[in-house]
């Protein structure tokens, strides 16, 4: 059956938006409106006339409203294949009427978690009776419209729907009750039981936008937000201005916004990202002094880079930011005075984050490899005590400058090393396939920056050094002496720890370990 005129319409819904306005449009068109509970009290109070859902079934709303639906006369007069002869016999001999539409939405389960309820009212805002009527409806969407979504009110407000219409409306409603149940059963899981890795993972998620494409333009792409609570993040970022973001948009802005969250209570922090890598990150008095310095780390991979900062942006640090181009800013906020320099470059993406989510959090990761996906706990380890484990013992300076160098480390991709002094980074090594190498090329970077900015000598003469994991010989530790580290921090574990300590006592330097490694795949 293709055209459907709706003479029955049962309306359950926690949201009156667009209610009143939808019983007056289906009551135009002659259909008889059943309703349960608070919908069927406002659309009383507009005046028009609504049977109780308890007067459908005979009877009575239960059990707090537990059971108000859950009947025979209800999914009966859903589920019943109208030109089945022996459907259409039972519903004659049980007096179920048939019902067209439905309009319902659901328990406000995600909304009730997010603002942090006790346990019980959870437990409470779980939907039995409307996810029952929304499946019920949406199978037999061959005679029956199913609504979920005050936007498609519209559609079923003439009075008649056509099947390709009922098709369209059935796959949304599917869609809505499976996410409904994978929120539920992660909450279940992970909230309630502290379940980090359960037997089936259920992760509801909501499309919030296509993509103009992937990672290149041969690829789509689209952008999925968390349908519960979610920690905020690039995805819930206000975009002030500037053209949509990309799939590498979105990735690198959310590399730079998980670094400069390390410095969240440190003094003013720019980070400058590249390809999902950091080639530049530093603090300073001000943020106009972090952001030069961060720059002036690697000018050349910056250009074209994302830009993360600790601090609301001034007027002073965006016109420094817009003398190159860049893809994106990000920041807690913005002032007057930065938004109007931001403005006169209208493909700039300003994004702007508010508080930031805690570094250190629980939580877990999900990648996808070729037939299934890998879940594992976040990075969120923290350096506890330091085991010196060389002759000379660290400065206080070398310290903190290690302790800088093996933050930002962790958020490079291995192989990584870090030169950093002063709360600046020197150089960076990443993506390498052995550390040798991942040491030389942020030697030959800061080699380069000094160069041209007329130094006299490479930032890595006096600095800490990091690796993001041990130095499996002592070739990528002496790369590092000969640029000019004086201290190394490090995980340590290697067989070859004993060697590894002997070339750092020979060339003087202070190591430290940390018996943590932040590998970045």
């Known amino acids: 059956m293709s055209e459907v005129k709706i003479r029955r319409a049962l309306l359950s819904v926690s949201d009156k938006t667009g209610l009143v306005e939808l019983g007056q449009a289906l009551a135009a068109h002659g259909v008889e409106l059943v309703s349960t509970g608070g919908t069927a009290k406002t659309l009383r109070d507009a005046g028009l006339a609504v049977q109780d859902i308890s007067d459908l079934t005979g009877f009575p709303e239960m059990m707090d409203g537990r059971v108000k639906t859950l009947h025979p006369k209800v999914h009966g007069g859903l589920l019943a294949v109208r030109d089945n002869p022996e459907h259409a016999a039972a519903m004659a001999a049980y007096g179920i009427g048939a019902i067209d539409l439905v309009v319902v939405s659901l328990y406000p389960f995600a909304q009730t978690v997010t603002r942090g309820a006790a346990r019980d009212e959870v437990i409470e805002n779980i939907d039995i009776g409307g996810p029952s009527m929304v499946r019920s409806a949406a199978k037999n969407h061959g005679f029956v419209a199913i609504v979920t979504d005050p936007a498609d009110y519209a559609l079923v407000a003439r009075g008649t729907t056509t099947l390709e219409e009922r098709k369209r409306l059935a796959a949304k409603a599917f869609a809505l009750t499976a996410q409904y149940d994978a929120t539920i059963a992660a909450w279940f899981a992970f909230a309630d039981q502290g379940e980090m890795f359960p037997e089936s993972a259920a992760i509801p998620l909501k499309r919030a936008d296509e993509l103009r494409y992937g990672e290149n333009p041969h690829q789509k792409a689209a952008l999925y937000l968390p349908a519960g609570p979610a920690t905020p993040g690039v995805g819930q970022a206000e975009q002030v201005q500037g053209k949509e973001l990309s799939y590498n ?273």
């Open 249 to 521: 948009n979105y990735n690198d802005a959310d590399a730079a916004l998980e670094l400069v969250a390390e410095f969240r209570d440190g003094p003013p922090t720019v980070v400058i990202v590249k390809h999902a890598n950091p080639c530049g990150v530093a603090t300073g008095d001000t943020l106009l002094e972090a952001y030069q310095a961060a720059f002036a780390c690697d000018s050349v991979s910056a250009f074209g880079g994302i830009i993360a900062c600790n601090r609301p942006l001034d007027g002073a640090t965006a016109s420094a930011i817009c003398e190159i181009f860049t893809e994106v800013v990000i920041a807690p906020g913005a002032d007057d005075a930065a938004r109007a320099i931001f403005a006169a470059k209208k493909n700039l993406r300003l994004l702007l984050c508010g508080p930031f989510a805690d570094p250190h959090r629980a939580g877990v990761t999900l990648k996808s490899i070729t037939g299934g996906f890998l879940l594992q706990s976040r990075d969120n380890g923290t350096l506890g005590d330091l085991q010196v484990v060389t002759k000379r013992q660290p400065t206080p300076q070398e310290l903190a400058d290690c302790r800088f160098a093996w933050t930002v480390a962790k958020h490079v991709k291995s192989n990584a090393i870090v030169y950093a002094k002063d709360g600046i980074t020197a150089g960076i090594g990443a993506g390498q396939m052995n550390r040798r190498d991942s040491s030389r090329i942020a030697a030959m970077k800061a080699a380069e920056a000094a160069e041209k900015f007329s130094w006299g000598q490479s930032r890595t003469v006096g600095s800490a050094v990091a690796s993001d994991a041990f130095f499996p010989f002592a070739d990528g530790l002496l790369a590092a002496a000969e640029a000019g580290a004086t201290a190394v921090i490090q995980p340590g574990g290697s067989i070859r720890d004993d060697e590894v300590i002997a070339a750092a006592d020979a060339a003087g330097l202070a190591m430290v370990f940390t018996g943590m490694r932040h590998f970045r795949h």
